[in-house]
Nanobody, 123 residues
Framework: VQLQAFGGGSVQAGGSLRLSCTAS????????MAWFRQAPGKEREFVAG????????NYADSVKGRFTISRDRTKNMVYLQMNSLRPEDTAVYLC?????????????????WGQGTQVTVSS
């Protein structure tokens, strides 16, 4: 499975971006998916996850109320709508496919990763 994330860019604080991630084949249709991010010099951290059918989502406290994860199983796509962006959201954002049907926050449950897309938020 290959994952391709896109939609990153540079925005000012308060702005919005929508990230998209596509998978190369339908392996992920019964698996949870998630977005993680990694800033320079920091560990990779969970941002948002979604279960296999999109009925359950969960978010890191730092993005609750600002970010929304969604998926389209028919298109093998997962999205991350990011609103009210802050400078501390600056990072490389990566999408991932879980080994299970849930979209939990543990990095170790994800076995397929995309290459990431850069998001830069200026103050």
């Amino acid at each position: 499975v290959q994952l391709q994330a896109f939609g990153g860019g540079s925005v000012q604080a308060g702005g919005s971006l929508r990230l998209s991630c596509t998978a190369s084949r339908r392996t992920n249709s019964n698996n949870g998916m998630a977005w993680f991010r990694q800033a320079p010099g920091k560990e990779r951290e969970f941002v948002a996850g979604i279960n296999w059918d999109g009925s359950t989502t969960n978010y890191a406290d730092s993005v609750k109320g600002r970010f929304t994860i969604s998926r389209d199983r028919t298109k093998n796509m997962v999205y991350l709508q990011m609103n009210s962006l802050r400078p501390e959201d600056t990072a490389v954002y990566l999408c991932a496919v879980s080994r299970s049907a849930s979209g939990g926050s543990s990095l170790w449950t994800y076995n397929y990763w995309g290459q990431g897309t850069q998001v830069t938020v200026s103050s």
